[in-house]
């Protein structure tokens, strides 16, 4: 088993790739982050395990829930497009990663959809 990965560890991640803003919200103490107004991660910190929610293609969703228990529907997001992953360390740092990129790089997707 893989230690679980950390908050800190998370947020620095996300916070490394291009044109990424950090949001509070005023009602929650999750860290919101966007590319361009566009919505791709939410850290969920106050519950044991962490968790974190990201933009996922449907198909890859669907294979990751399959193979991985940690990896759910989008806990009170659009459960075709989010997935939330319980941070236990079944997933590595380094697949986390990737599906963090994978999240980016769709809302920068949506993002230049919404601009044209």
Partial sequence: MIEPIKFTDLEKAILALENVVEKY??????????????M???????????QISLRCDWRLAKLLQEKYEEVLPGVKLDSKKWITILLTGQLDFDQIKDLIRHSYELSILISSKVEL
Wanted: charge should be neutral.
């Fill in 25 to 38: 919200p005023v009602s929650t103490k999750q860290p919101f982050f966007y590319y361009h107004e566009q």
């Fill in 40 to 50: 791709f991660a939410i850290i969920n910190n106050e519950k044991l395990p962490c």
